[in-house]
């Protein structure tokens, strides 16, 4: 019975111990508010619309303005350099295949307008 009552009074103590670390640690608590650094890694929207833009294994048509140099004559931004760099951070001279599915990370915004000069009506 001591032996047991023992333990038990161990088993809180460690219990209080675990839980005032853990009310004293920054990490804690803070995590909430740090939402900045975390959507400094959130893909941005597409501010026009993507309907319609082909994206199969010969021909990504958003790259037909977002990839240097092409992008500065369409006065689009070009990917960003991180699109470049494979699994072990080696950087490859085209996209990476992990994103070259630009619509699996891009949404476009609700709202988003055809860009001026797109007809539509692409298949
Ligand atoms: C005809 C040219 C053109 C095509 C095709 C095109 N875009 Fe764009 N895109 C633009 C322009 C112009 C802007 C506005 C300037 C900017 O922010 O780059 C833009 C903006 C963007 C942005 C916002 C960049 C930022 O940092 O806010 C993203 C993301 C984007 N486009 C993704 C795409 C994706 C994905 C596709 C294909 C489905 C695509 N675009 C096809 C011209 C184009
Ligand atoms: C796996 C997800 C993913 C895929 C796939 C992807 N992107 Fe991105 N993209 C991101 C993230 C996250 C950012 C913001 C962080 C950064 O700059 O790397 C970004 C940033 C961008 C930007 C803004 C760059 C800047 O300097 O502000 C453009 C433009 C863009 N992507 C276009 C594209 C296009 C075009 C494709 C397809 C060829 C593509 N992305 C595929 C995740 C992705």
Same mark, same amino acid.
């Given at each position: ?7 038990? @009074? ?41 309907? #319609?833009? /082909? ?17 500065? /004559?369409?006065?689009?931004? @070009? ?14 001279? /085209? ?13 476009? @915004?609700?709202?988003? /307008?055809?860009?001026? #000069?797109?007809? #539509? #009506?692409?298949?």
């Amino acid at each position: 019975m001591d032996v047991l009552n023992l333990s038990l @009074k161990r088993i809180f103590w460690v219990g209080v111990v675990v839980v005032l670390a853990l009310a004293a640690s920054p990490g804690v608590g803070a995590a909430e508010t740090d939402a900045p650094s975390d959507a400094a890694s959130q893909p941005p929207l597409v501010p026009h619309s993507i309907d #319609g833009y /082909k994206i199969t294994h010969d021909l990504n048509e958003c790259l037909t303005c977002h990839q240097p140099p092409a992008n500065e /004559k369409a006065g689009a931004r @070009k990917v960003s350099d991180a699109h470049y760099v494979w699994r072990k951070g080696e950087r490859l001279d /085209k996209i990476a295949a992990t994103r070259f599915i630009c619509t699996q990370c891009h949404m476009a @915004k609700p709202d988003a /307008k055809p860009l001026p #000069g797109d007809t #539509g #009506g692409r298949q």
